[in-house]
């Protein structure tokens, strides 16, 4: 099997080489921009991942689908940004702050398209399946974004409701990618579904590490300030969790329901919120949370007839994946 530091490599030069369409400008640079401050490229990793549990190559009709999950998962963050009036990503202006939100909402367009037409480059013979999942998972992330901006009307929002939220703006995505690097390479059916639901647990992980994260991280790590879900008043794990816990239902939410227009308020209500996640434990909950579907991950390929070095990179690439957050 081709080595991480290979996969790592591929993915670098992947990214430092691509490619846009050049003019106009005012509508193709906000994608150079995105692509350009980074990230952890997640999706295109774990597509290459699964791809070499079967080949040892990285022609064309893997890293164009690859890279299509990165600038679709960039197109959401695009468009998230402007939902949820983030003023940082990645510890960069988010490009409706750089620029305005009319061209962040046309950016975010054009760059769906171009993801869509890196994934027609898959092989041939797999260009059907490849275009329904992905555009099957496409508008599931959107269902998931949809329920997000929803919850943030109501009072309260169960654990299942939530889990089924990010299970569609987060993990089915992630699922995706492990699932279209094997279906690419032509592994067997039952490998491609045992991978998709590894993914698709490490992105149920994963979510509830971001919330963690969002609450009790580190800004320079995180890349975006800390406590920007309690000041847009987002039901993260923390918050559902909290509500199934405290013995002060009306407290917390009063907590949730202070002023943030000020730097002095909004540190305030982020400490006052963050108070009761301690309180209630619920800090520790999540990171409880994380190992159980960290751990549902990899019993999802614990039966498939990989290679023991194939296994534990599936092991590496989740601790990796969740593991600041543990």
Same mark, same amino acid.
């Given at each position: 099997?081709?080595?991480?530091?290979?996969?790592?490599?591929?993915?670098?030069?992947?990214?430092?080489?691509?490619?846009?369409?050049?003019?106009?400008?005012?509508?193709?640079?906000?994608?150079?921009?995105?692509?350009?401050?980074?990230?952890?490229?997640?999706?295109?990793?774990?597509?290459?991942?699964?791809?070499?549990?079967?080949?040892?190559?990285?022609?064309?009709?893997?890293?164009?689908?690859?890279?299509?999950?990165?600038?679709?998962?960039?197109?959401?963050?695009?468009?998230?940004?402007?939902?949820?009036?983030?003023?940082?990503?990645?510890?960069?202006?988010?490009?409706?702050?750089?620029?305005?939100?009319?061209? #962040?909402?046309?950016?975010? &367009?054009?760059?769906?398209? &171009?993801?869509?037409?890196?994934?027609?480059?898959? /092989?041939?013979?797999?260009?059907?399946?490849?275009?329904?999942?992905?555009?099957?998972?496409?508008? %599931?992330?959107?269902?998931?974004?949809?329920?997000?901006? %929803?919850?943030?009307?109501?009072?309260?929002?169960?654990?299942?409701?939530? @889990?089924?939220?990010?299970?569609?703006?987060?993990?089915?995505?992630?699922?995706?990618?492990?699932?279209?690097?094997?279906?690419?390479?032509?592994?067997?059916?039952?490998?491609?579904?045992?991978?998709?639901?590894?993914?698709?647990?490490?992105?149920?992980?994963?979510?509830?590490?971001?919330?963690?994260?969002?609450?009790?991280?580190?800004?320079?790590?995180?890349?975006? /300030?800390?406590?920007?879900?309690?000041?847009?008043?987002?039901?993260?794990?923390?918050?559902?969790?909290?509500?199934?816990?405290?013995?002060?239902?009306?407290?917390?939410?009063?907590?949730?329901?202070?002023? @943030?227009?000020?730097?002095?308020?909004?540190?305030?209500?982020?400490?006052?919120?963050? #108070?009761?996640?301690?309180?209630?434990?619920? &800090?520790?909950? #999540?990171?409880? %949370?994380?190992?159980?579907?960290?751990?549902?991950?990899?019993?999802?390929?614990?039966?498939?007839?990989?290679?023991?070095?194939?296994? %534990?990179?599936?092991?590496?690439?989740?601790?990796?994946?969740?593991?600041?957050?543990?």
């Amino acid at each position: 099997m081709t080595d991480r530091q290979t996969i790592d490599n591929a993915i670098r030069d992947l990214f430092a080489n691509i490619e846009f369409t050049e003019e106009p400008r005012g509508l193709y640079d906000p994608l150079r921009y995105m692509i350009s401050i980074g990230g952890k490229r997640i999706r295109p990793t774990l597509c290459l991942l699964t791809w070499a549990l079967y080949r040892d190559d990285f022609p064309e009709e893997i890293l164009e689908p690859a890279a299509a999950l990165e600038v679709f998962h960039t197109f959401t963050l695009i468009h998230d940004d402007i939902m949820d009036r983030s003023p940082l990503r990645r510890g960069q202006d988010t490009v409706w702050k750089k620029w305005n939100e009319d061209t #962040a909402i046309l950016s975010g &367009d054009v760059m769906q398209i &171009d993801a869509y037409r890196r994934i027609a480059k898959a /092989p041939s013979a797999r260009i059907g399946s490849a275009l329904d999942l992905f555009s099957r998972t496409a508008a %599931e992330v959107c269902e998931g974004q949809q329920f997000d901006m %929803e919850f943030e009307s109501r009072s309260e929002v169960s654990m299942a409701e939530y @889990s089924r939220m990010i299970g569609l703006k987060t993990a089915v995505l992630i699922g995706c990618s492990a699932k279209m690097g094997a279906l690419l390479a032509g592994a067997p059916a039952e490998d491609c579904e045992a991978l998709y639901r590894y993914g698709y647990e490490l992105g149920m992980a994963f979510q509830v590490a971001d919330d963690w994260l969002d609450a009790f991280g580190d800004q320079k790590v995180f890349g975006k /300030p800390i406590g920007g879900d309690i000041i847009n008043g987002k039901k993260s794990w923390l918050t559902v969790r909290t509500l199934e816990k405290t013995d002060d239902r009306a407290a917390f939410q009063a907590a949730m329901r202070l002023p @943030s227009r000020t730097s002095e308020q909004r540190e305030a209500k982020i400490a006052a919120v963050k #108070a009761i996640y301690e309180a209630c434990g619920v &800090d520790k909950d #999540a990171k409880a %949370e994380i190992v159980r579907y960290s751990e549902r991950a990899m019993d999802a390929v614990r039966g498939l007839r990989l290679t023991e070095e194939g296994i %534990e990179a599936l092991r590496d690439f989740a601790e990796k994946l969740v593991g600041r957050a543990k």
